[in-house]
């Protein structure tokens, strides 16, 4: 490029035109490039322009903003426009041009034409609940250009850099870490390369995730004895009766039963607990205290049945059942059989 500009500007010296009829050649004056503009701006491009004047060649200078003249990047041209290539995104970067009107004769640099580059980290797009349950939020979105995305949910109306944040490869996506019963606002931005160049976040959206459920009044039967000892049948909580459940936590279900309430005694009500976790599992804590003494200082103790964990129904609470083992401090042996497994079927009123 050079070689040719010298020749072209060689050319022009030896045989331009007479300027008059004595001859002499004109003297052009190199004035500095005017009216430099950026036509159009992009994430890795930039098209500026200015206004031709006398030269035939002009020096553009370029670098990030705030460089200084000769520590940038120069390119020579022949027309008065030029597309500035391989510029990085999201970015500023400062422009000046240059006349060349003869070999080693320049104009002064034009005036700096600042320009900020395009974020090519695209917001995303079509961002939205595709379901919700209990214990999770289904979201979808455009994966666009992205490398990753950042998450960020919490209450609604909570300030962007407060919530929970976690980074996700993939589209769509569960959110499984949320509370039953509660209400969210959730936000999305893409993250496109390993140097913190992220979008602009997409968002809130709202979502609800469903309560747990089985709180209430329910009609326990079937409070049978499935025996480890003798006295199979035995009738255990009375059938039916009517219990009420309370949720002292999101996962666990309280319920007070008045032990053998259909033999007519008239024994303290017997407490316990049961959890119900996300996937639909019901489990029953060990040792639980009942709060009930079957005689004297007898306290009457439960724990998890053997076998394979009962299920409920994550998406109506209708009706529930599962087993678990009663165990007697059984010293005088009038609490009867001092180990018992227990199923109970809990249908809503």
Request: charged share 15%.
């Amino acid at each position: 490029m050079i070689k040719k500009l010298t020749l072209l500007l060689i050319g022009l010296t030896l045989f331009g035109c007479p300027s008059s009829d004595n001859d002499e050649p004109t003297i052009t004056l190199c004035e500095k490039p005017t009216n430099l503009v950026a036509d159009g701006v992009y994430s890795t491009i930039a098209d500026i322009s200015w206004s031709q004047g006398n030269a035939v060649a002009w020096e553009v200078h370029y670098g990030l903003s705030g460089f200084s003249i000769g520590s940038g990047t120069s390119v020579i041209v022949t027309t008065p426009e030029y597309s500035i290539l391989n510029l990085e995104g999201f970015n500023d970067y400062d422009v000046y041009v240059r006349e060349i009107c003869d070999i080693n004769v320049f104009s002064d640099w034009s005036n700096k034409l600042s320009f900020t580059t395009t974020n090519p980290c695209v917001t995303p797009s079509f961002f939205e609940v595709t379901g919700v349950n209990t214990c999770f939020i289904n979201l979808s979105w455009d994966i666009s250009v992205a490398n990753s995305w950042e998450i960020e949910y919490g209450s609604p109306g909570f300030e962007i850099g407060t919530g929970n944040v976690i980074e996700v490869f993939e589209s769509p996506y569960t959110l499984t870490d949320v509370t039953p019963g509660t209400n969210y606002d959730i936000y999305v931005r893409g993250i496109c390369d390993n140097f913190g160049l992220e979008s602009d976040y997409a968002g809130p959206i709202q979502a609800t995730t469903n309560p747990v459920g089985y709180v209430g009044n329910y009609l326990c039967s079937t409070g049978t004895s499935m025996a480890l000892e003798p006295n199979i049948g035995t009738t255990v909580f009375g059938d039916p009766h009517t219990v009420t459940i309370t949720a002292p936590s999101d996962n666990i279900r309280r319920i007070t039963i008045q032990y053998l309430k259909d033999l007519g005694y008239t024994h303290d009500s017997m407490e316990f607990e049961f959890a119900l976790d996300c996937n639909g599992y019901i489990s029953v804590s060990e040792n639980q205290d009942t709060n009930f003494a079957c005689s004297g200082s007898n306290t009457v103790l439960l724990g998890p049945a053997g076998g394979d964990p009962w299920q409920y129904d994550i998406f109506s609470d209708d009706e529930i059942m599962f087993s678990f083992i009663e165990f007697y401090n059984n010293n005088d042996g009038n609490c009867g059989q001092t180990e018992n497994e227990v199923t109970i079927t809990l249908t809503k009123q």
